[in-house]
């Protein structure tokens, strides 16, 4: 059974930092492209960034570009989201995702063959 587990989340002031981690398990961690999307209240789920299955490829929503950085363990299969300089409109629920075609960085949610339940992340101004 693949399981997504995502952990980090909290509550910070604008201009702190975070770091989210997602834990696979059950599936060969190093085969799959990773996405994260955020998703707030009333929204619908938005892309956030996304890296290769070697971590030689990664992409990143404009509105996070310079502030995110996507990475990834795979002899730990983890995948991390270090987030600075956090904004109020960062404030969302953060999932991670697994994507069999190890080799695109897809921004698609469709695209995701698993999903992580989500963790919290609200941004206080």
């Known amino acids: 059974q693949v399981q997504l587990l995502e952990s980090g989340g909290g509550l910070v002031q604008a201009g702190g930092s975070l770091r989210l981690s997602c834990a696979a398990s059950?599936?060969?961690?190093?085969?799959?492209?990773m996405g994260w999307f955020r998703q707030a209240p009333g929204a619908e789920r938005e892309f956030v960034s996304a890296i290769t299955r070697t971590g030689s490829v990664k992409g990143y929503a404009d509105s996070v570009k310079g502030r995110f950085t996507i990475s990834r363990d795979n002899a730990k299969n983890t995948a991390f989201l270090q987030m600075d300089s956090l904004k109020p409109e960062d404030t969302a629920v953060y999932y991670c995702a697994a994507h069999s075609l190890g080799t695109y960085a897809s921004r698609r949610p469709l695209d995701y063959n698993y999903w992580g339940q989500g963790t919290q992340v609200t941004v206080s101004s």
């Open positions: 059950g599936l060969t961690f190093s085969n799959y492209a």
